[in-house]
């Protein structure tokens, strides 16, 4: 997966670099200066993206675009989100705060 300046999120085939789809993420424009960060939430393998504007966009790291959730933290992203798996946590800096999420079990 990939994400472009202005939400534009592309998915390739990790075997062969094939496209498999190319969209936009709605009301998640901006520039990305954040990594997109992959873990697995619950049984499933989840994708998020932040924006720099600070619009957290969480979708289904599959084949097609399914968006879970999102979140406008209302304050501007510059730092790759982290998880921690051992503590079932995600962390999220926007702004001059330092949020925690707790990930559902698998």
Known sequence: ???????????????????????????????YVASPVAFVAGAEAVLLLASARG?????????????????????????TPAVDPARGRLYLRAGDTLHAFALPKR
């Not at 390739?12 to 789809?21: C, E, I, K, P, Y």
């Not at 879970?68 to 933290?73: K, S």
Request: glycine share 10%; proline share 2%; with cysteine.
């Open 1 to 31: 997966f990939t994400v472009r300046d202005g939400g534009r999120l592309t998915c390739f085939d990790a075997a062969t670099g094939a496209v498999r789809f190319e969209e936009q993420l709605t009301g998640a424009g901006g520039q």
């Open 55 to 79: 619009v957290v966009t969480l979708v289904e790291a599959a084949d097609t675009l399914s968006v879970l959730a999102t979140l406008d933290t209302k304050a501007p992203i510059k730092a």
